[in-house]
């Protein structure tokens, strides 16, 4: 892990430039985020967890430049700079190119309670707010352009394989959050799918759909201020969870809604999402991508169960909450058949 000194340099407000009142530290399980009055600063754990890894130096200067060159596609104003970190004689600083010992994405602060999230939560969102998500999400999806690296991930063969693994990853939970019948039918829809709508997926990728997507699109991750809207967290560590039919990001903001308890407005979402896009083609697609990404958001959960470090309560709310998503996948697919 990183040096506690440095770890204690980015806590103290005196360190930074701007010289904020206080500094918040938060943690997840690949990033350092230090929170001041106007701005953040984001540091990368050296983690190696497989689908990602920051263990060297150079590793995290490149996926910082990745992640404020994806965000940025989606919030200008908030992802600014990366910013190195040196040290000389035992003292750190920041901006100085020689003997760097780290690197910080610059980032302006995002209003809390203007998360989509809270917004939802106060009733303060409707179908107005929505659709201005959506709306502006397709403006931002029309700038990607749709290339010889995007392609191959929304063929048959790429989309296949995300599905096969799913289903192998989690047949060990069946009878646990998920039932027998509800895996088989799930599995079954899923692969008659792209089975029986090859030609729809190949049309997808003819007509540039297949781009570098967000990946990781849902309420927590878009801040909505007036007619400002801000996306961020963009997946940068792994090309395989963003690239991608962009119906499969606009599917995981309409799940998102539907699993909140939100279905008119995530309808209200997609709805303005085609209007400004004009992806007339994206409802043979949507409740596909849905089912995915439900049952992932379902995967994910349900790896916690496997986790020693976690204690009884929190598995008992993985169990209730990846059993939610299992079910959500089951009732988009019932809906079908």
Partial sequence: MADRSLIEFLQDPGSYPEKPSGVTLVQTHISWVFIGDDLVYKVKKPVDFGFLDFTTLDKRRFYTGEELRLNRRFSPDVYLDVVPISERNGTFRFGDTTNIVEYALKMRRISEDHMLYRLLEKGSAGEDVLRQVGAHLARVYGT?????????????????????????????????????????????????????????????????????????LHLQHICVDGDNISVFDCI?????????????????????????????????????????????????????????????????????????????????????????YYALAREYVSREN
């Fill in 236 to 324: 940068e560590f792994n090309e395989r969870f963003r690239y991608g039919d962009v119906a499969s990001d606009v599917a995981f903001l309409a799940m998102d809604l539907d699993y909140n308890g939100y279905p008119g407005l995530a309808e209200a979402f997609v709805q303005a999402y085609m209007a400004e896009s004009g992806d007339a083609g994206l409802p043979e697609v949507l409740t596909f991508y849905k089912v995915y990404r439900a049952y992932v958001r379902a995967k994910v959960t349900s790896f916690m169960l496997d986790d020693p470090g976690l204690g009884d309560a929190v598995k008992a709310r993985a169990l209730t909450t990846a059993g939610r």
């Fill in 144 to 216: 990607i352009a749709s290339d010889e690296t995007a392609r191959p991930f929304g063929g048959i063969e790429v989309v296949s394989h995300n599905i096969v693994e799913n289903f192998e990853q989690t047949e060990k939970y069946v009878g646990g959050p998920v039932s027998r019948d509800a895996f088989e039918a799930i599995r079954n829809w899923s692969m008659d799918v792209l089975r029986d709508r090859i030609g729809i997926f190949e049309e997808r990728v003819a007509r540039g759909l297949i781009k570098e997507c967000h990946g990781d």
